[in-house]
């Protein structure tokens, strides 16, 4: 019976304590605080645990370092799970030295909150932090800061600019989603991979560096950045994933690294400005409307000597028309048998070791001569050709073109 009852106390006294809230004031704002660990004295801001109504914090709002709960003194080191979730009418926030994390929603849908300062010492912020802060303008981020969580910005329409310190190796996914007014951002070396629609509706950018630690970019990270014009893919990316640049309308070249196997469903879909794409050799897999509505698009180039097989629907019906398709020789021959290449109305027979240069050497609509593949004569343009191959001179260069 003894070894029972003492069984039974040890198991009693292992049990932690159970976390204990007190509310503080200080400069007129009541805030409650959770006690993380009794004997360190430590605590982290929690929501008001008597309420059933979220958002009853207003006005400019100070948390102090250390704050009291009878004649214990407590130093704050975190900003609590929703402590401030849909304070719509939280004009200000000052947070203290000390403090190592922003958890989960903290802020979330603090409407008017325009400014915040992330002090020194926050290593990480939680998924959902700020979002939906749309009057937020101006966030200052600290050397330190480790790891940004998902959505932590999502929705901060009036976000202007954002520096994020070389120390992040994280950014989560939807970090900057729908950040209408973002126009210059900095993504550190030590990122790895950037996430699903980490970027996506990021309408005031026009250009991204990404670097070449990224090895991993997912599906809709650069969506409907309509204002993107031009975009450097790290070498060491294999996959592009569905959508990454979907709605890009005013993108207009983009290689991509000859490392890339995979294009995914709708990944430059509606990129309206895109007039050239390079295609890796390679390349295995291209998703279904990859490339559709890029109604600009007049140079593809794909030097595959055994091009890969693909949906119709790759590409789009005007372009299938209107682009030139740049193949090695025994590309082209297999074009004709091949979806979705059988579908271009003109191919050329060309190398990838002029491709810089490929437009300069064969324009289209510059005056030629064209000749049917025995050398005869067949007419000054290349409108109204019968299908077949020709050879085309402009000036002193040659070219062989595929006509279907």
């Given amino acids: 019976m003894k070894k029972v009852l003492l069984f039974m106390l040890g198991t009693i006294l292992s049990f932690p304590a159970f976390a204990r809230d007190f509310s503080y004031e200080y400069n007129g704002k009541?805030?409650?605080y959770t006690v993380i660990d009794e004997e360190a004295k430590t605590c982290k801001t929690t929501q008001n645990p008597n309420s059933t109504t979220w958002g009853l914090t207003s006005g400019d709002v100070e948390i102090p370092s250390k704050v009291t709960d009878g004649n214990e003194i407590y130093k704050v080191i975190a900003i609590g799970a929703s402590t401030f979730y849909r304070c719509s009418n939280l004009t200000s926030v000052t947070l203290p030295e000390g403090i190592t994390s922003i958890d989960y929603s903290a802020f979330n849908q603090c409407s008017s909150l325009t400014s915040i300062i992330i002090p020194n010492g926050v290593t990480s912020i939680?998924?959902?932090?700020?979002?939906?802060?749309?009057?937020?303008?101006?966030?200052?981020?600290?050397?330190?800061?480790?790891?940004?969580?998902n959505n932590v910005f999502l929705g901060c329409k009036k976000l202007v600019s954002i520096n994020i310190p070389e120390t992040v190796t994280s950014i989560g996914q939807a970090a900057f989603y729908g950040c209408n007014s973002l126009s210059s951002v900095n993504i550190p070396d030590g990122i790895t991979s950037i996430d699903w629609a980490t970027f996506r509706g990021c309408n005031g950018l026009s250009?991204?560096?990404?670097?070449?630690?990224?090895?991993?970019?997912?599906?809709?990270?650069?969506?409907?950045c309509s204002n993107l014009t031009s975009i450097n893919i790290p070498g060491r990316i294999t996959k592009i994933s569905d959508g990454t640049f979907q709605g890009c309308s005013n993108?207009?070249?983009?290689?991509i690294p000859e490392g890339v196997t995979s294009i995914g469903n709708n990944a430059f879909q509606g990129c309206?400005?895109?007039?050239?794409?390079?295609?890796?050799?390679?390349?295995?897999?291209?998703?279904?409307?990859?490339?559709s509505e890029c109604?600009?698009?007049?140079?593809?180039?794909?030097?595959?000597d055994r091009p890969i097989e693909g949906n119709a629907n790759i590409f789009s019906a005007e372009t299938y028309e209107n682009a030139i398709l740049y193949m090695s020789e025994d590309g082209v021959i297999f074009s004709?048998?091949?979806e979705p290449w059988k579908n271009f109305k003109k191919i050329v027979e060309s190398d990838k070791s002029g491709i810089d240069g490929i437009e300069a050497d064969f324009d289209e609509n510059a005056p030629c001569v064209v000749y049917s593949i025995s050398g005869v004569k067949v007419g000054d343009s290349l409108d109204g050709l019968a299908s077949g191959i020709y050879i085309v001179r402009q000036g002193n260069k040659t070219t062989k073109i595929s006509v279907k």
């Fill in 295 to 304: 109604g600009a698009l007049n140079s593809v180039y794909y030097f595959a």
């Fill in 126 to 149: 939680g998924g959902e932090a700020l979002w939906g802060c749309e009057n937020l303008a101006s966030v200052i981020l600290p050397e330190g800061l480790t790891s940004i969580g």
């Fill in 272 to 291: 309206s400005g895109l007039t050239s794409i390079y295609i890796p050799e390679g390349i295995t897999s291209i998703g279904d409307e990859a490339f």
């Fill in 336 to 338: 004709s048998i091949r």
């Fill in 251 to 255: 993108l207009s070249y983009i290689s």
């Fill in 30 to 32: 009541t805030i409650y």
């Fill in 207 to 224: 250009s991204i560096t990404i670097p070449e630690s990224v090895t991993k970019i997912g599906s809709e990270a650069f969506g409907y």
